[in-house]
């Protein structure tokens, strides 16, 4: 069955520090997605990426960057020079099938950063 | 503008009531999607739909129902069967194949009083 696990409840950071947020994944599937959304206090999710099984590389856009590494079942997420608009809750989220299922959540990982 | 509409924003229930959360897209998105969110449990499948009158049950489908007769329209019922319907409900949606996303409406709000 699919998983994904995010360990860290929640963190705090102070302005234009760097934070890593976590997630695990476990599935069988070979042909999986990965996502990150962020949820601000508004409600609604935002996509931030989509990362399927074959890609390995890490991309970066602007101040956030992903680190994808099967091998350890690993899609990690670093904000660089955190500032307050960060703060929210950050969703990993996993969708096998080529992507054709439905998204498999992680319990979210609140992230607050202080000015 | 295009985008996932969900109302209403904020919906309060009286035990042993019947309510229906709506959600419309103009997306042209094949997929719907129901979740629930409670606080530190994430976001939790209720139902989807792939296609016009067909649905499929999530994890946590009772007490709950739906139906799917139009591509737009994908609303979701909580019934007095639910014992805990107090949370947060999201809407998605999304088009079928390789490198999509899933879109969210801004979600419901539903406690029961």
């Known amino acids: 069955a699919q998983k994904v696990t995010q360990a860290q409840t929640e963190i705090s950071v102070v302005e234009k520090e760097d934070v890593t947020l976590d997630c695990v994944y476990e599935?069988?599937?070979?042909?999986?997605?990965l996502f990150w959304y962020k949820q601000p206090p508004s409600g609604e999710l935002v996509f931030l990426i989509r990362r399927n099984s074959f890609d390995e590389q890490n991309e970066i856009s602007g101040r956030y960057s992903w680190n994808f590494q099967k091998s350890t079942s690993s899609f990690n997420f670093t904000i660089t020079a955190s500032q307050v608009v960060d703060s929210a809750v950050y969703f990993c989220a996993l969708s096998e099938n080529f992507g054709n299922t439905p998204l498999v959540f992680g319990k979210g990982t609140r992230l607050s950063v202080i000015a | 503008d295009g985008g996932i509409t969900q109302s209403p924003k904020y919906l309060f229930r009286k035990e042993g009531q019947n309510v229906t959360l709506s959600c419309e897209q103009n997306?042209?998105?094949?997929?719907m999607y129901w979740y629930r969110q409670d606080p530190g449990q994430g976001l939790r499948l209720i139902y989807y739909s792939q296609i016009v009158n067909d649905f499929q049950k999530g994890d946590i489908a009772e007490g709950y129902s739906v139906s799917r007769e139009k591509k737009e329209s994908f609303p979701l019922t909580v019934t007095s069967a639910q014992k805990n319907p107090t949370a947060f409900y999201l809407c998605?949606?999304?088009?079928?194949?390789?490198?999509?996303?899933?879109?969210f409406g801004q979600g419901t709000r539903l406690t029961v009083v």
């Open positions: 997306l042209n998105h094949d997929a």
């Open positions: 599935t069988r599937d070979t042909t999986y997605y």
């Open positions: 998605a949606s999304s088009w079928q194949g390789l490198d999509t996303e899933a879109f």
